[in-house]
């Protein structure tokens, strides 16, 4: 009689292998120790690695015009304040309206598929910018069309972030998307750190470099993106998160809230440079860089403080000292006096970039006292919670980019209507006092149960 034929179960898919074309990943399960530990892991950080390469060119693309605005006068544009204020206010405003978008078209195509598109869109504006700068002729309507193309940039940051999220177990995602986030973010230093030096040609300025020293680096990003990156079948986006985050009060009031930091970090990233060439001609563009790296690497710092001391508590503290550092502003602009100036928006900076941090921690925080409020404590409660606060999420993180649009604009209407910076500066001391009282009364306030969970 024939031995009974044995049949071995199938092996599980090794993690990372791809099970259709267009590497495509059918299986993917980080929660799984074993299969994280077994390839999981370095897929993940792979994908993490090129992600934040490709999120770094859009941040520099969406500030490159922040650093090229102030040196249009010296190749020969004639260019009036307001029109400066609305070459580099315009980009952010394209930028955050793309944000949502963005996020959606990552299950929609694939993370790779779309890292590859929002890459190569950022070509348009690079090109574009090579040719219109070359050109003193051009037109305030082109130049302001080409300026805005420049938003394509801003909405790589809401698809990388969206992407990188599906591929870390919960344990390690916030620390993947601060990478993410941290590395996209130094992008606006480090073009106004670079464009300077690229451009720079003995007496003049060569600007049209401004534009063609990223086309090698996109191409490169792109190639990188269809090589080695992935698409994950089991990202799958549930639109309807945004539908129950519209609906509950705490997503506006801290959208509200995320305007005054990260919308301050980057209107105030994209206006300094100007500022500085307006203000203190004498000093030139060789600092100009330095607040948005100040408020990039401060970031995470907020994250850490709001674990420890609740991440209202220090936006509250922030808040504080952004009016400060508006009001020593103020003070600088009345004396000339650059050490105090520069000093005081150093200061400005580093509060922009904690508060980015500690308010995106009250998020989650935040939404979670609101289910338990509600009796959503078992497993469906919480899953439903944590869609509404990712939801949150996507909204405030496009709502607060408005703020790069609002800061350019306010000094810019300061400057036509008074001749000075300083309105505008006082304006923004009193947003940041409301916004202080807000996160008071709401998330601070002794005796609610915000408070006592140091949300």
Request: net charge positive; aromatic share 12%.
């Given at each position: ?386 869609k509404a606060a990712a939801g949150c999420i996507g909204i405030a993180g496009a709502i ?56």
């Amino acid at each position: 009689m024939a031995a009974p034929t044995t049949v071995a179960a199938p092996a599980a898919p090794t993690p990372g292998a791809h099970a259709r074309p267009g590497r495509w990943i059918d299986r993917w399960d980080p929660e799984d120790p074993v299969f994280w530990r077994d390839g999981g892991r370095r897929v993940a950080r792979r994908n993490l690695v090129l992600s934040i390469f490709a999120e770094f060119l859009g941040f520099c693309v969406w500030a490159v015009w922040s650093i090229v605005v102030p040196q249009l006068p010296g190749a020969g544009f004639a260019l009036t304040t307001d029109q400066m204020f609305w070459l580099i206010a315009l980009p952010s405003l394209v930028g955050a309206t793309l944000r949502i978008p963005y996020t959606l078209a990552v299950p929609v195509v694939g993370g790779r598929n779309w890292t590859m598109v929002s890459a190569s869109l950022l070509l348009i504006p690079a090109i574009a910018m090579t040719v219109v700068v070359q050109r003193p002729e051009t037109s305030f309507g082109v130049l302001l069309a080409v300026a805005a193309l420049a938003g394509f940039g801003g909405g790589n940051f809401a698809s990388s972030m969206a992407n990188i999220s599906f591929f870390f177990p919960e344990k390690e995602k916030g620390a993947a998307l601060g990478w993410n986030a941290a590395g996209g973010n130094v992008g606006t230093a480090a073009v106004q750190l670079a464009v300077p030096l690229v451009i720079a040609t003995g007496a003049g300025v060569a600007l049209e470099r401004a534009g063609l020293m990223f086309i090698p680096f996109i191409v490169l990003a792109v190639v990188l993106a269809w090589r080695f990156m992935d698409n994950l079948s089991a990202a799958k986006a549930d639109p309807r998160q945004f539908g129950v985050a519209v609906r509950e009060p705490h997503t506006w009031v801290i959208s509200f809230l995320y305007i005054g930091t990260f919308g301050s970090f980057i209107g105030f990233s994209g206006a300094f440079p100007t500022l500085l060439a307006g203000q203190f001609p004498e000093v030139g563009l060789s600092l100009a860089f330095m607040g948005a790296l100040v408020g990039s690497v401060t970031r995470p710092l907020g994250g850490i403080l709001a674990d420890r001391l609740g991440g209202a508590v220090v936006s509250i503290v922030c808040y504080a000292v952004m009016m400060a550092g508006a009001i020593g502003a103020i003070t600088a602009l009345g004396n000339h006096q650059f050490v105090l100036f520069f000093s005081s928006f150093m200061l400005l900076f580093v509060a922009t970039g904690v508060g980015n941090g500690s308010v995106y921690r009250m998020i989650p925080a935040a939404f979670r006292v609101v289910g338990e409020r509600r009796g959503r404590t078992d497993a469906a409660g919480l899953a439903a919670t944590a869609k509404a606060a990712a939801g949150c999420i996507g909204i405030a993180g496009a709502i607060g980019a408005f703020g790069g649009f609002l800061i350019p604009r306010g000094f810019a209407v300061s400057s036509t209507l008074t001749g000075s910076l300083v309105a505008a500066l006082w304006l923004y001391v009193g947003v940041y006092a409301v916004m202080a009282v807000v996160t008071w009364a709401v998330y601070a306030r002794r005796g609610t149960e915000m408070a006592e969970a140091r949300v």
